[in-house]
């Protein structure tokens, strides 16, 4: 492996050289001027970052690109063996079989069908309520927030309490109130997923509804008033005013939220552990990499997760884009 | 008559004031309702933490699992003691704060210079580097975890005490924030290094006395944000660091040791709540006192994606 990482770096290094060469060749062209000091100086500052980059980002995403073709075992670093799309194809026998890859998927996909809209929506929901200038406004956004200060781990704890089974579990007492029979909300799978889709919802919508409310505070203020002067009713200012002004921070809300959703893991993997109707893609490939250390399957689901969310990103940018 | 006549006037303008009343009120109500709704189950954390696990059984089932335990409180100060002191969370919390202060000064110092001499400086190479940097934020590192382990291992050997460097060099390098500094050091009017120039300072002279002093707001939300993603971070030192259980000073920070924590048998409920409550009191305090600065952030980056 460290020969390889070598060969990497002698590439890379190559292909820098090779820029830089053409760079200088072609400076005269774009009316650039280099100087040798301003250069080695420049080099200097940013050599920490590119020693960084290289190590823990670039080699990484190479590898995890490469590994995707090998029966790399974590523990026999020195001995791995190409095998095509052996992988490949194991991924897609273990998803016609409906083994536990099938089962990822199919919640991984749940989680992001019910989190994306029920989270921005809150959010957004939300950022309106309390887009006002008084008292009571500023303590319900502080409210609505205090989730978000919660770290997801502690989150998961938490919730683990709230949803235990049994009458001694705080959601199942309150149901008891109303004569509810007690219920094994994490066991059932019926209901472990919309559960973590609810909590997750509850601690992350305080976030993006700070960020709509700053979206909303760059909306001007006459937009509004002319509005009404043409006697546009409630939905007509909120569509051609408010929807409008919001609209890019809207794409990137939609867009970091669809990525932290398709990356879910932390819920699952401590409140339920490794279970077939709870586990998620993220949560599978640690588990097939890091516990099973089969790292060239891990590699292959996780290339084809890149290639999802990278393209389904690149589709929602495309159809919210300004017109 | 002439009574009604000269009331009429003032009967119009009144009653718009109560139809507004009214909705402030109902505005108010369905205010309430929501924000109880959201912090209830922090409540139940706060609340528990102060019971002993007989009054925590009893309180179950009644509203009393949203308050505090008001007759026995005494409780709450043996359950925060007992996993600070017994259950080692003090070190723990420690040894996050120092990742997190360490993480801070390197992530500036790295980011920062990367991001001065993209937004500055002229050099052969530079336009190679900045396609790298918009490459990189836009793939998506976070799937590439288990090669940054196998990375780190081969690179770090099988030596326990440098699994601690393990966990905060990789936490470093943020394209991200190279990115974030390159925008705003962009801003920044080239006469004021000029001026320094003129008076003979080198460009690691300009970096550190005129242009860092220029960007406390860039530097305060750096700095916010990388406190929060160590302090959070559960899963990665939980991959990096070894579990100490011979009596040494533990390496694991407070969130993945968390996880030990819990599933100590003898750990009563009140004294789990009492450690969860101790390890979101740090990012709580963070986002009173920098609000401004995380808001700062996504006004000033995310916005352009």
Partial sequence: MTTTSLIILGLFLLAFVGFVVYDIVTAKKRKE?????????????????????FLFILLPILYSLGYAFTDYYLL????????????????????????????????????????????IGMALLLALFVNRNNVGSKIFKVCFFAPVVISLSVTSFLWEQILAPGEGGLLNSLLGMFGVAPHDWLRDPNTAMPCIIVLSAWQGCGYQM???LSGLSNIRK????????????????????TWVGLRSTFVYVLITVFIGACRIMTQPMLMTGYMS?????????????????????????????????????LLQRRLFREK | MDNRLLEMPNFRPNKQPIKKTVKEIIYHIVGIVLSLLFIMPIMYMLATSTKSESAYAESV????????????????????????????????????FLYAGIVIVLNILVNGLAGYVMAKLTFPGKRLLSFMIIFLIVVPVETSIIPLYSIVKIMLGLKQEMSVVGVILPATISIFNIF??????????????????????????VFFKVILP???????????????????????????????????????????????????????TGEIMASLVITSIPIFVIYVCAQKYIVQGFGTSGLKM
């Fill in chain 1, 33 to 53: 001027v280099y100087r040798v000091k301003s250069t080695a100086t420049a080099y200097l500052m940013l050599l920490p970052a590119v020693i960084l980059a």
């Fill in chain 2, 180 to 205: 974030l500094f390159m925008q705003f050091f962009q801003n920044i009017p080239k006469e004021y290094e000029e001026a320094a120039r003129i008076d003979g300072a080198s460009t690691m002279d």
């Fill in chain 1, 277 to 313: 109707h709870t586990v998620t893609l993220s949560y599978y490939m640690y588990n097939t990499g890091y516990t099973e250390r089969l790292v060239g399957e891990s590699s292959a689901v996780a290339l084809l997760m890149t290639i999802f969310i990278g393209g389904v990103t």
């Fill in chain 1, 210 to 212: 700070l960020i709509f």
């Fill in chain 2, 61 to 96: 089932g009644t509203l009393n699992m949203f308050l505090p335990d008001f007759a026995n409180l005494g409780v709450a100060f043996d359950n925060y003691t007992s996993v600070l002191v017994n259950y080692d969370i003090w070190k723990y919390a420690l040894n996050s």
């Fill in chain 1, 76 to 119: 026999l670093p020195d001995d791995i063996g190409f095998v095509f799309l052996d992988n490949f194809a194991e991924i897609f026998q273990e998803i016609s079989a409906k083994g536990m890859l099938y089962n990822a998927i199919k919640n991984t996909f749940t989680f992001v069908i019910g989190v994306v809209p029920l989270q």
């Fill in chain 1, 222 to 241: 006459d937009l509004y008033e002319a509005a009404a002067l043409d006697g546009a009713n409630w939905w007509h200012r909120f569509w051609n005013v």
């Fill in chain 2, 214 to 268: 220029l960007s406390k707001p860039i530097l305060a939300t750096v700095a916010v944000f990388c406190f929060i993603g160590v302090w959070n971070d559960y899963l990665w030192p939980s991959m990096i660091l070894p579990a100490a259980d011979d009596g040494s000073w533990p390496l694991l920070p407070i969130q993945t040791a968390l996880m030990s924590i819990k599933s100590i048998e003898s750990i009563t």
